[in-house]
């Protein structure tokens, strides 16, 4: 089986191309696979400096499970961004995310920086960056919702919210990739994997 991998908008230009480093956020439906698809991605790059895998600020305790995020109470959060500690921020599913501004001295150095975003939030990170790929993550409706019932996070009426929500994809110019992870992870995250190695081609 071969992950789909559709281009849009001229696929993905290299970040030395761009003249330095660039963000990859990661957006698509929940239980698409975003963070497992980034995890298989940060395994296979481990302790490449080129690349850095952003920790996101989230109003969800820290050992919810999933991803690997600083978990924050609501008037942390509320703090944090009146001071600038992100630089994108957003809500949804009753919760509040924040990528950390540190990110856009990462991009500065010329490093890959790569971010789990949000479908609703694209305005905000092409604002943010002005080197940007999208890349969404998708997988069928009924294999979504197999999965977030067995990852167990979210109750059932948080997991039924969860996979009716479809936020608007805006047309946005940037580079754009679909990894399709419908099947097994090592397919999808092998093209992801592929597709950042490309990045970074010189
Ligand atoms: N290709 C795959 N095959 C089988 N299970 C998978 C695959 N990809 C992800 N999973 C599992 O599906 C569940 C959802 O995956 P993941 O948390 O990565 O999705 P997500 O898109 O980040 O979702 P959310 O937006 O809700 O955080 C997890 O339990 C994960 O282990
Ligand atoms: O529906 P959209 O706007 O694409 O995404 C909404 C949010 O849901 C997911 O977070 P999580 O599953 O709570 O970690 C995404 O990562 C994003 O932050």
Redesign the pocket.
């Given at each position: 089986m071969t992950a789909a991998v559709e281009t849009a908008a001229g696929g993905i230009t290299p970040a030395t191309e761009l003249g330095g480093g660039m963000v990859i956020v990661?957006v698509?439906?929940?239980?698409?696979?975003?963070?497992?698809?980034?995890?298989h991605a940060a395994r296979h790059f481990a302790g490449d400096d080129r690349f850095v895998f952003a920790r996101r600020v989230i109003t969800r305790p820290a050992d919810a499970?999933?991803?690997a995020h600083i978990g924050v109470d609501e008037a942390t959060f509320a703090r944090m961004k009146g001071e600038g500690a992100f630089c994108v921020a957003w809500e949804a599913?009753g919760l509040c995310y924040g990528v950390p501004a540190k990110v856009q001295a990462e991009v500065e150095q010329g490093r890959v920086v790569l971010v789990?975003g949000s479908r609703q939030a694209l305005p905000a990170f092409v604002a943010a960056f002005s080197r940007l790929t999208v890349v969404t993550?998708t997988?069928h409706a009924e294999?979504?919702a197999?999965?977030?019932a067995?990852?167990?996070?979210?109750s059932g009426d948080a997991i039924a919210g969860?996979l009716e929500r479809q936020p608007r994809m805006p047309e946005l110019p940037v580079d754009g990739v679909t990894i399709d992870?419908?099947?097994?992870?090592?397919?999808?995250?092998t093209a992801f994997v592929d597709l950042l190695a490309r990045a970074v081609a010189r």
């Open positions: 990661v698509g439906p929940s239980g698409a696979g975003k963070d497992s698809v980034m995890a499970g999933g991803e599913h789990n993550i997988a294999v979504r197999e999965r977030l067995r990852r167990g996070r979210e969860r992870n419908s099947g097994p992870l090592e397919v999808a995250g």
